[in-house]
């Protein structure tokens, strides 16, 4: 990593629970590359002071995490399509003190679900309503996924989910015998390093013993709850971490306008992970 300087570019990540994940993967692509940036995470006090900072200081790129996914979207200047689409911001790109707001986290579900050739026919259960689940919906509704089921507590945000993209709502999961479903996803903090479900199995073990496949989007730690219970019963899984990296490689192309080598998204994702 270049010494800093006067000149360097600045990226950074608001979240409320920051991780290293985008620190490490970004820092590391920018050394491999010779880019005199640097990216940096904070965790926000007011988020739009910490707004007004990026356009203010010239910040190039600032990634966005739970929960203001979609309390940034008063705050920038232009919505591109693949967030005004579905009200959910995750990438801000700094031109000149223009903001405009994008989404990657759909990308990022809409590659996994192809890479895992999950079959479309497969019922869904999907946790929560906010802006990440926001993305996962769409990209199950444009992938062809018709029988997925919202399963949020907040009735308003969950009924809204599932109604816009024809999809079902319910508070709880079925109790046991009521149903099953073949891919369960969630997109709720459960199960994440530092907060207060860090041990918590975001589905009923039933769920888990049920399902085909399951998906955590939750990145910190690698091995989520749900995800080494999915394991120990013979479950396909797809992990947040993979997530993180296909989120993560296109911010960084909008951020710099370069799109690096496999190999060197390779290296980037393991020097991420050994953390």
Known sequence: MPILNKDMTLCISLSARPSNNGTRFHNHLYEQLGLNWI?????????????????????????????????????????????????????????????????TDYTAI???????????????????????AKATAAALRDAGFRNVTIIA???????????????????????????????????????????????????????VDAAKVVFDVVALPAETPLIRAARAAGK??????EVATIQALEQFVLYTGIRPTAEQVRAAEDFMRAQ
């Open 110 to 132: 809409e590659q996994l679900l192809q890479r895992n050739a999950v079959p479309v026919e497969y019922a869904v259960w999907l946790t929560g309503a906010g802006g990440m």
């Open 39 to 103: 990216y940096k995470a904070f965790a926000p006090t007011d988020l739009s002071q910490a707004i007004a900072g990026v356009r203010g200081l010239g910040i190039r790129g600032c990634a966005v995490s739970m929960p203001y996914k979609e309390d940034v979207i008063a705050l920038v200047d232009a919505m591109d399509p693949s967030a005004k689409a579905i009200d959910s911001v995750n990438t801000i790109v700094n031109d000149g003190g223009r903001l405009t707001a994008y989404n």
């Open 236 to 241: 396909q899984v797809i992990t947040g971490a």
């Open 153 to 207: 507590r907040n009735e308003p945000a969950g009924r809204a989910l599932a109604d816009q993209y024809g999809f079902h709502w319910r508070a709880d999961f079925p109790a046991a015998g009521e149903g099953t479903a073949d891919m369960l996803i969630n997109v709720t903090p459960m199960g994440m390093a530092g907060g207060p479900d860090a041990e918590a199995l975001s589905f009923p073990q039933s769920a």
